[in-house]
């Protein structure tokens, strides 16, 4: 084999070092079957012995024959992938399948783990409440390392929730709300501390938008998360182009994930190019760092051992697999996540909402009759074309995005099952299944513009001033 020398081996990525250890490992067996000389087995045994140490000095993890490290896989995205032509990273979600993405799928692909009964039933043992219909009905549908939080929180450690939002525009859709409306359940029923990060500084990078406008977006949508419910004792909720310039713990974080990825790295796992801005590039370490509880020194009373929960959708996936890669290399621990299916368009679930067109949103400034027109004219029906032949054949709830939408917002069990039967045999007409829809959603939308009427500058000020919470550290 080609001489690699010990010192080579830091070059190498995790899944590079991977090869090279089941390499080495077979030639040992192999010198070994041979009954070659006593020296050259003991010297490919040694270099054996330092590839694993290299590996789980990159990797923070003992080598496992036949499990390659995940987090640094690139996702075989690209078109004409063997696997289907579901495409999902950051930015873009599509399909040519009208149930959605193929979520199993992306699940091997990702390498993360699916939330499974066990999982849910633990969840429910553990804080004594009800799971989330979330959790209930797979939109949190995949995980990575949940089962170590609930170690965690059962040993009475401390843990802490973090997610985010690119405020792309002033107005937010219903969709928006799913990763606040969880993580709010999430932190009633952990009673931990949230960190909410508002990326302006990715949105002025990647859109068409001033550093102005970037940061009034953040300001208008932190309202809007806000008005979710959240307590300002228990929560800090940030805009990076604001936060970065207060706090040297945030920014020597960030500082610490440049050094460890390399570009490489961050084009096989986000696609860049040679022409994208250098901005983007370092982005992914911005995102990064909130994971660490040390970026928040106010909260943590400089503890850099807090471990992190981040909720968010599985498009935001590639950055965390990153950041778990890189934890263990700069003394921290990885963040544990848990994935939530993306809010699907109004015209299919061939792509998600998003609030670039209005015509595939229903936005929380939305009045109730905008809510009325928008569902019936866009939103993609599963029903059959005529009265006649849904009564005989029904519908089909898995492509109906009306019945979509009611999976999400919808909380009564019972009723969501009675619509499913009743759409599904014909004896519910589309007509009637969206004014069910209507019905749902223009008091969801009226009771967020009435609570966001009440949030001042003022709590969101207090909001955004790094301060201690009600946690002691
Ligand atoms: N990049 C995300 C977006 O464009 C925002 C974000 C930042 C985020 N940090 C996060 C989302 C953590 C979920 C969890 O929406």
Redesign the pocket.
Known sequence: MANVQIGDFCSLNPLELFQQVTAQGEKVRSLKAEKAAKDEIDAAVQLLLSLKLSYKTATGEDYKAGSPPTEFAPISNGPGDAEGDDFVD?WTVQTSNAKGVDYDKLIDRFGSSKIDKDLINRIERITGHKPHHFLRRGIFFSHRDMNQILDTYENKKPFYL?????P?SEAMHVGHLI?FIFTKWLQDVFNVPLVV???DD??YLWKDLTIEKAYQYAIENIKDIIACGFDVNKTFIFSDLHYLGLSPGFYKNIVKVQKHVTFNQVKGIFGFTDSDCIGKISFPAI?AA?SFSSSFPHIFNNREDIQCL????ID?DP??RMTRDVAPRIGYPKPALLHSVFFPALQGAQTKMSASDPNSSIFLTDTPKQIKTKINKHAFSGGKDTIEEHRKYGGNCEVDVSYMYLSFFLEDDDKLEQIKQAYTSGALLTGELKKMLIETLQPLVATHQQRRKQITDEMVKEFMTPRKLAFDF
């Open positions: 950051p973090y997610t985010g939002r690119g792309s990763p990060q508002l990326t990715e949105k995102q909130p981040i909720p968010c959708a935001q950055y965390f």
